[in-house]
């Protein structure tokens, strides 16, 4: 514990003290980090499509940001694909000056996946010094966090590879895979866990090692993952036992024969903590994390947004003193801020992300107002937009935040929802368009041809709800099932994340409804008895919204 402490200490109080100096004056902040980009990448194709060299002659933050917003337009991801894929075929200084050294990968608003670049400024930066704030911010909250062992929750790290043989892959599985030796040293597992292809197989090497050994720390992004890993225990506690007795693995895991290698090499006989384990059993029955990890310090996940559903799900599950903190707001395209304290609010780093936000009211305008970091309001919601080192310029995060109190002078903020038609529940990410794809392609392969349809998410389940009328109101249930296992099919091939959620069970079986015929018309005529304005009327065929959910199960046939 003293030297992580010591060094962690040392490395992240450094980046700390850069980030409170950064924030003491975010308006001065922000105009230095947006010129720092643009002349960074001036001379690329992207920078100068887009006059980034006119836009550094700015004599004030004002005209700056006037001549930002003149040339260069919000961006969605699609309208930066064309220059990702050249940087995927091999093409330097496009977006950024040369190539990216990591594509992150995450699921897009088409069948294609977003390929999200990373720069080696951008992985040295945000995923290298800012982690080191992240871990020392964990000492300052429990200065025994590093007491014991860190069981960590990351993707793989290499998944494959661009056309030009540039790594795709997890940032989180990189940004572990390259820590420090002495952090590297406290994970309760080797790195190839996370190369196991079967969820349950590499839920259960994750608990039977850790729940050897003495975890002070828990990292994972999505809670519904504890969910899970309380599952694999509730089930396989007394495989993990047996196997940890005699220092073995399950044989009949689904493991690659090399993977097995060497994870059994990592193994050897611990009859001592078996015998606590099955002490641990007879005491309480079913055993929880209070009980095999008593020495617990920090739980780090989501808290915010839909995730708050599963914290439900394990509360009362963990030691008492422990600190259950948020993760802070992080996706694919950039790590957006991280929490210092025991609340749900992100300090940003307004020294190496340039951001705009927009007010929620405002968000489907035709020419919304762009507000800076320093104008922001606590208490109001927007959506942010942000420029990085690693070729995102004004991206639409497609979220929508609320702001909390300042960080020194500069303000917090946490996640509310997805926006523009995504719906997530455990981080899959579904966009509207997908799911009226995947129904098209199952109406196509079945030849059952529907009058209309609807999809909810049921957050508490963790499934999606499908409602459909079909145009031959013969139609069984047992039809219309499977018709719902057609469209999962066609899901799990148009998103990527859907189809990770769904292996890793965090997703469950989505259920079918069958609706009465004029189902969309009854509907509508309902809510226009309540109010809703005829000629505004707009209805998503993608939701979560309980209160309408209700209204369709009016209408199902029972």
Not at 24 to 34: A, F, V
């Amino acid at each position: 514990m003293i030297v992580p402490n010591l060094l962690l200490g040392m490395a992240g109080g450094i980046q700390y003290y850069a980030l409170v100096k950064a924030s003491k004056d975010p308006r001065k902040s922000s105009e230095k980090t947006l010129r720092e980009i643009l002349t960074y990448a001036k001379d690329t194709v992207y920078g100068r499509e887009h006059h980034f060299d006119e836009i550094l002659q700015a004599k004030d933050d004002k005209e700056l940001y006037a001549l930002y917003r003149k040339w260069v337009k919000p961006n969605e991801y699609e309208d930066l694909r064309p220059y990702v894929e050249r940087h995927k075929h091999g093409e330097k200084d496009i977006l950024f000056p040369g190539k990216p050294v990591l594509y992150a990968t995450t699921s897009g608003s088409t069948a294609e996946p977003k390929w999200i670049p990373i720069t080696e400024r951008y992985l040295k930066t945000i995923y290298g010094k800012m982690t080191k704030v992240w871990l020392f911010n964990f000492i300052q909250n429990r200065h025994k966090v590093f007491a014991g062992k860190i069981l960590s929750i990351v993707g793989k790290v290499v998944e494959g590879y661009a056309p030009d043989g540039t790594v795709y892959g997890s940032v989180s599985g990189v940004t572990q895979r390259d820590c420090p030796g002495f952090v590297k040293k406290l994970y309760s597992n080797p790195q190839c866990v996370y190369s196991i292809a079967d969820y349950t197989a590499r839920y259960y090497v994750l608990m039977r090692m850790g729940i050897e050994q003495d975890i002070t720390l828990i990292v994972t992004a999505n809670p519904s993952t504890i969910v899970e890993l309380q599952n694999n225990v509730n089930k396989y506690y007394d495989e993990y036992v047996a196997d940890i007795e005699k220092g073995t693995l399950k044989a009949d895991l689904n493991i690659d024969p090399e993977i097995r290698k060497e994870l059994e090499a990592c193994l050897k006989p611990n009859p001592q903590r078996a015998a606590e384990l099955r002490e641990l059993k007879k005491r309480y029955g079913r055993v929880l994390p209070k009980h095999y990890w008593p020495n617990l310090q920090i739980l780090n996940t989501w808290k915010c947004g839909n995730t708050k559903v599963y914290l439900d799900k394990f509360k009362d599950s963990f030691p008492e003193g422990m600190l259950h903190q948020e993760f802070g707001y992080f996706a694919s395209e950039c790590r957006f801020g991280l929490v210092m304290d025991d609340t749900l609010n992100s300090v940003m780093f307004p020294h190496m992300h340039y951001y705009e936000f927009v007010k929620e009211e405002e968000m489907d305008a035709e020419n919304p107002t762009f507000y800076q970091l320093h104008e922001l309001v606590e208490g109001q919601r927007y959506c942010p937009f942000v420029t990085t080192f690693a070729g995102l310029y004004r991206y639409d995060m497609n979220d929508l935040l609320e702001v909390g109190p300042k960080f020194r002078n500069t303000p917090t903020v946490h996640m509310i929802q997805k926006t523009h038609g995504i719906v997530t529940m455990t981080g899959e990410k579904l966009y509207e368009r997908q799911f009226i794809e995947a129904v098209r392609q199952a109406e196509k392969e079945t030849g059952m041809p529907l009058r209309f349809f609807i999809g909810f998410a049921e957050l508490p389940e963790s499934r999606y709800n499908f409602y459909y009328e079909f145009a031959d109101q013969a139609t069984t249930q047992a039809q219309a099932e499977q018709f719902t296992e057609v469209v999962d099919k066609a899901l799990q091939r148009i998103n990527i994340e859907y189809k990770t959620k769904r292996e890793s069970l965090r997703l469950k079986d989505a259920v079918t409804y069958r609706l009465q015929p004029e189902s969309f018309e009854r509907f509508k005529e309902r809510c226009i008895a309540e109010g809703a304005r005829d000629g505004q009327f707009k209805l998503n065929l993608l939701l979560q919204d309980e209160k309408r959910q209700a209204k369709f199960n009016d209408l199902t046939i029972k």
